[in-house]
Each structure stands twice: as C-alpha cells, then as structure tokens.
C-alpha cells in the first residue's frame, strides 16, 4: 500500500525469505550493479550473481510493500560457522524507511537459526549510508577475509554473535 506522496508504507513492508529468481528481485540486482559500478571500478565489485544466490546456502530476503519488491538481501553461509552479507540494496524510493535495518535484523537472525557464530560483509568505501548502518548495528572493522584481497575501496567488517 502507498501513501499519498507515492511511498510505500511502513506499515505495509514484510521481509520474508523468498526465490531470487523473479522480476523484480533482478530488477533490485540490475539496479544494485549499476550502482557499483558508478561508484567503483570492475576489480572492486564483488557481486554474487544469481545463480549463486539460488544455492543451499544461501539465505535470501526480500522486502515487499504489498506485491512491489522494494529490497533485498543474502546471508551466504560458509562451512566454518561463519556466514557473508551480499547483495543488501534497498529500491531507492524506498529508502528512508529503514528496509536496510530491517533486512540486517532478518539476516542475523537466520544466522542465529543456522548457528553461525559470525557475519562478515566487504561494502565500499563510498556507501557511508551502508557503513553506518552496519557500525549502528554493531559490526566492526576487520582485515579481508576469505577469498578478498586488500583493496583500499573497500571496507570489511564483522559481528559475532551471541546465540
């Protein structure tokens, strides 16, 4: 349900664990890439594309007013209890209205579900709005991690949690 300025209610939002793999989530990612690649160059974008966001294990989250898909959100799980955030990206119309809070909160707490004891994340140097977003929610800096390579672009944090 919309308001009367065109934006969606807050009332109105749901986050629930959905497929990728339907319009307007690819929409969201086409958005999401466009947006990085405004912003950084190729070799510091780390998007996961949709045929990895269809695997096992993967948590993926879609934040919806009514049938409009407005945001969206991965929780990759790795084999050492720890999981990664990917491809978080809030419909810009949308922002304001805390989706970006939101979906963190739904993501931790299917990590708490799948007993991982840590979240990691790699966002960009030029995304202060996601930066402060994960500091608020407790996530604090770390050296790369994984597969990442020092990247002076990038920015990594962590949270562990307490189950």
Do not use: W
């Amino acid at each position: 349900m919309l308001v009367d300025e065109g934006r969606p209610n807050q009332d109105a939002i749901s986050i629930a664990q959905e497929t990728p793999r339907q319009a307007g989530v690819i929409r969201l990612l086409e958005l999401s890439n466009a947006y990085a690649a405004s912003l950084y160059p190729g070799e510091s974008n780390h998007m996961v594309p949709l045929n990895e966001l269809e695997e096992a294990k993967v948590s993926f989250f879609v934040a919806r007013s009514g049938e409009a898909i407005l945001g969206c959100a991965a929780l990759v799980g790795h084999d050492d209890g720890s999981a990664e955030i990917k491809r978080m990206f809030v419909d810009e119309a949308a922002r304001g209205l805390k989706l970006g809070k939101q979906l963190l909160q739904a993501l931790e707490e299917r990590a708490l579900q799948r007993n991982m004891s840590v979240i990691r994340l790699e966002t960009g140097i030029y995304q202060p709005e996601a930066i402060g977003l994960y500091r608020k929610a407790g996530y604090r800096e770390i050296p790369p991690f994984g597969a990442y390579q020092p990247d002076p672009l990038s920015l990594f944090m962590e949270k562990r949690l307490n189950g």
